[in-house]
């Protein structure tokens, strides 16, 4: 398999560790030393500043740098809201959420969530890309610092958010006058990425005219100048600067001071634009529909295509990233591809002049749909930690899909299937409250098809009930129920049984919940349905068996689903057995030692997929056995707002503290 060359552009972070972390620097920040002084200064000032300025001219690198820099100022740590690829309102709560690594469980509104779990935090945000949701930003800032005296807000965008008490940061370009120690901080910017491009470049008498002369026409703009610098490979920076010069008197009409800055970049681009062979080009256009990375396979389904054959994919993408249009990330699991903002924003121009974004983003929301589906498929076997890994890197591009999916009235039921497909990822990975949402926004959309409402309506029902909202629940399965059994689905039935059944167990109804789990089982043996769902379901009436005194019962229903469980691979569900296995052993007289070996077991396992649930039962249980444990459940419940009430907990933590905790 073939793959890109070498990144030699314009990243400057490699990527980091998770959501929300500060990425690590790969090469230094150049001629920024005043503003990275004065934006400190103002961040010891004023508890909200704006970076504002032009495309490319480096907001966000600059602003990454100075909160690189105050880490150790905040005792709750620093941490990166990245906003440029947000278009949903809704989601730029949801955002901030997945940057700070709330779990909560709860139906509250987000950003009641945040407000509490900042409320007593020493912490510094960074909001990077506002300036496509302004007024949400702002209304999210506001709030947030009125509600949490120790947070600190640094934004970026094109404009100011309008907060009072904001302090706002105006950035322009490099300096492009000599300086008393030597050349101008837009020479040795240029200078310093040429060598990256060139390693035998160098600034020298013979060429620094040249130079400067280029940097003047490209206004300092750090992009313009790192773009330029990609074109050494083929050109002498003599050439470069003709070939520019040339380019803005096409634009201006002949006088270069008629040419506004904020078109220095869009020019820029557009050359290298030009560069591009006509594929090379086309295809430029069709990645514009990714938002944020991208793998080649993704790449190769939705970009192929009339004028692009998928043999010549893989060595165009290669292409672009060696003109840095395309920046190639090394990962664990192999290479990622993105594009930044402003030369994403420009291809997608040329798509829409093509007239084909429509049909990218179908294909693209395609492609995303069908990846959801063969992750739900793989969830029931031994890859369960690779599937939320998987969706964890393209979350992005899922609710991608998923806008389009919603949005287009003449197919809503594609973006009811995705929303519920994704059921494994609500409820196993720690994100009922985005599952929330999405569901909620498919089932307001009229028509569709039938299979397709009854799947999100059950997911809907399974999400409300563990976020306490019986009531929601309730409706939606008894809506499910009802369209499933007027068409003839007997799976969405039996799913809808099922999940009726827990939500009786979670209103302490135990003997209509066994009767509910019992029909449920009956109904997934009658169509010869085998997955994790169905091993839960035998969980949750060995639950109800032990709950009712007959522990024996239970153990034997819990040992046939773990020999399930270890034939197939399957974790999730073998976490909640060992959960019951643990509060029988522990009834029946077994001990607190064994009651708690298979208690953190299962405990290791959710926390493995990022289960909240899963830590928060077991928890509860372990509190139970250790002193320790007592604590870590008392603060864990509040994670699970709708059951018990309340903010967030560093699930982490507590699940640590409670395996290495001693036994009584």
């Given at each position: 398999m073939q793959h890109g060359a070498p990144l030699d552009g314009p990243s400057p972070f490699a990527p980091r560790s998770g959501p929300g972390g500060l990425p690590a620097e790969v090469d230094r920040l150049v001629g920024r030393d005043a503003e990275l002084s004065a934006l400190r200064g103002r961040l010891e000032r004023s508890r909200l500043v704006t970076v504002t300025g032009t495309g490319g001219v480096g907001k966000t690198r600059l602003a990454l740098a100075a909160a690189s820099g105050s880490q150790d100022r905040f005792c709750g740590g620093v941490r990166l809201v990245e906003l440029s690829m947000v278009r949903d309102a809704p989601m730029v709560d949801r955002a901030v959420l997945e940057a700070l690594a709330v779990t909560d469980h709860s139906a509250r509104p987000p950003r009641s969530v945040l407000a509490e779990y900042l409320a007593d935090r020493e912490l510094l945000l960074v909001l990077d890309g506002c300036e496509y949701l302004v007024a949400e930003c702002a209304a999210l800032a506001a709030e947030l610092l009125r509600r949490a005296p120790g947070l600190r807000i640094l934004a970026t965008g094109r404009r100011p958010l309008g907060v009072p008490g904001e302090s706002v940061l105006p950035l322009g370009p490099l300096e492009l006058a000599d300086q008393p120690d030597g050349e101008s901080s837009a020479v040795r910017l240029f200078a310093e990425r040429a060598v990256a491009v060139v390693p035998s470049f160098a600034v020298t008498e013979a060429n620094r005219a040249a130079v400067g002369a280029l940097c003047r026409r490209l206004d300092g703009l750090p992009l313009a100048l790192e773009l330029a610098a990609v074109r050494l490979r083929t050109m002498s920076v003599e050439r470069i600067a003709e070939r520019i010069t040339d380019r803005f008197q096409l634009l201006a009409g002949g006088d270069r001071a008629a040419l506004p800055r904020r078109q220095t970049l869009r020019a820029v681009i557009g050359w290298s634009h030009e560069l591009c062979t006509p594929t090379?080009?086309?295809?430029?256009?069709?990645?514009?529909?990714?938002?944020?990375?991208?793998?080649l396979d993704a790449v190769e389904y939705v970009c192929t295509g009339s004028g692009l054959p998928a043999e010549e994919v893989r060595d165009t993408v290669a292409a672009l990233v060696a003109q840095s249009v395309v920046i190639r990330d090394e990962a664990a699991e192999g290479a990622r591809y993105r594009m930044l903002e402003p030369v994403r924003e420009y291809g997608a121009g040329w798509l829409e002049a093509l007239g084909d974004t429509e049909r990218l983003r179908r294909r693209h929301r395609d492609w995303y749909l069908g990846l959801a589906t063969s992750c739900e498929l793989d969830w029931f076997g031994?890859?369960?930690?690779?599937?939320?890994?998987?969706?964890?890197?393209?979350?992005?591009?899922?609710?991608?899909?998923?806008?389009?999916?919603?949005?287009?009235?003449?197919?809503?039921?594609?973006?009811?299937?995705?929303?519920?497909?994704?059921?494994?990822?609500?409820v196993g990975c720690g994100r009922l409250s985005e599952g929330r949402h999405w569901l909620d926004r498919a089932l307001r959309r009229p028509g569709g098809n039938d299979g397709a409402r009854a799947k999100a309506l059950w997911v809907l029902g399974y999400v409300a009930a563990l976020q306490g909202d019986t009531v929601a629940a309730v409706a939606a399965l008894d809506e499910c129920r009802a369209l499933a059994e007027r068409t003839g689905n007997a799976a969405a039935a039996a799913y809808a049984v099922h999940r009726i059944g827990c939500v009786a167990l979670l209103c302490h109804d135990v003997p209509r919940a066994a009767e509910l789990f019992g029909a449920a089982l009956a109904r997934y043996r009658?169509?010869?349905?085998?997955?994790?769902?169905?091993?839960?379901?035998?969980?949750?009436?060995?639950?109800?068996?032990?709950?009712?005194?007959?522990?024996?019962?239970?153990?034997?229903?819990?040992?046939?689903?773990?020999?399930?469980?270890?034939?197939?691979?399957?974790?999730?569900?073998?976490?909640?057995?060992?959960?019951?296995?643990?509060?029988?052993?522990?009834r029946g007289g077994a001990g607190a030692r064994a009651a708690r070996e298979l208690l953190c077991e299962g405990l290791a396992i959710h926390h493995a997929l990022r289960d909240p649930v899963g830590m928060v039962v077991a928890l509860e249980l372990l509190a139970q056995l250790t002193d320790d444990g007592q604590g870590a459940a008392a603060r864990a419940w509040p994670s699970l707002g709708g059951l018990r009430g309340g903010a967030h907990l560093d699930l982490d933590t507590a699940v640590s503290r409670a395996l290495s905790a001693p036994t009584r």
């Open positions: 090379q080009r086309l295809l430029w256009a069709r990645l514009s529909v990714f938002a944020g990375e991208f793998d031994p890859g369960q930690a690779e599937v939320a890994a998987r969706v964890d890197r393209d979350l992005r591009n899922l609710r991608l899909a998923l806008e389009f999916g919603l949005e287009r009235a003449s197919d809503p039921h594609i973006g009811q299937y995705l929303a519920g497909s994704l059921w494994f990822y609500w009658e169509i010869g349905e085998l997955n994790s769902h169905v091993l839960l379901g035998r969980v949750g009436l060995a639950l109800a068996m032990a709950l009712r005194g007959d522990l024996e019962g239970a153990v034997a229903q819990c040992e046939q689903v773990r020999g399930v469980c270890l034939r197939y691979g399957e974790r999730w569900a073998l976490a909640y057995a060992l959960y019951v296995l643990g509060y029988a052993a522990w």
